[in-house]
């Protein structure tokens, strides 16, 4: 199996990709004014706004992540992935992944959901957990790390690549 | 870099041009004209065996070290 160039598991991602951020970002938009219109919930209600900022940002971080990994693939598809944009694209990931995970955890306490917190669970429903924010949280502390070690590749790249 | 490669003003006195090194040596003119511009970070000792070699001159000949560009590392 080829993982990256034209027609590789990179190029079938990246199409994966491009579809999840448009749908994302319309079921997105839907969702935000179905809340705001159609519900009509009271904004005058702090408990409401901060619910309802943290739901922009965690989204919106979301996409983030949906679009630099799409970068990333577009490098792969054309096979040059040590790019100092893949550097910059992995940080944003990981500050993307940071951002949805401290949503998660302040929606926790803001929304009094500690009281019910269940590490995993299962029932006649089918399993359940609330361990999405340590999910998010570790990918995010990955990314930042898969940051630091593109960065040392491109300067070994760059110094081999100078070498005559 | 405190290092300055000489190449052009050895190419001048064997009166050579470039592409005729680098086809030569067996490197391509972009490489030759890399270390020519002293943007080089290194070179193998068998590219400056095989310079050496066409232009009839020693490594000292082509390579210099400057002390005044010369930038002591921090340990």
């Known amino acids: 199996m080829k993982y990256y160039g034209k027609t590789s598991l990179s190029s079938l991602l990246k199409l994966m ?16 004014i179905k809340t705001l219109r159609i519900e009509q919930i009271n904004l005058l209600n702090p408990k409401n706004i901060i619910t309802c900022t943290l739901f922009v940002l965690g989204g919106f971080a979301l996409l983030c992540i ?47 959901q500690f009281m019910n917190f269940k590490l995993i669970e299962i ?37 081999n690549d100078l070498t005559i | 870099m405190a290092i300055i490669v000489n190449l052009d003003v050895m190419m001048a006195k064997r009166k050579i041009n470039l592409s005729d090194l680098a ?16 943007k080089a970070k290194a070179i193998r000792f068998s590219t400056l065996e095989a310079i050496c070699s066409e232009l009839k001159c020693q490594p000292g000949d082509i390579l210099e070290f400057s002390n005044d560009k010369y930038i002591k590392p921090n340990k």
């Open chain 1, 17 to 32: 990709l491009d579809i999840l951020i448009i749908t994302g970002f319309i079921v997105y938009l839907f969702i935000l």
């Open chain 1, 66 to 112: 949906m679009y630099y990994l799409k970068c990333i693939m577009n490098s792969l598809v054309k096979a040059t992935p040590f790019i100092w944009e893949n550097v910059k694209s992995l940080r944003n990931v990981a500050i993307a992944c940071f951002t949805v995970s401290a949503c998660y955890v302040l929606n926790f306490f803001i929304n009094n």
């Open chain 1, 123 to 159: 029932d006649a429903n089918g399993i359940h957990t609330d361990i999405e924010f340590i999910i998010f949280f570790f990918a995010g502390c990955f990314t930042a790390i898969l940051s630091k070690v593109f960065k040392q590749a491109i300067e070994v790249k760059e110094e």
């Open chain 2, 23 to 38: 086809i030569r040596v067996g490197i391509t003119n972009s490489n030759l004209s890399i270390l020519k511009t002293n």
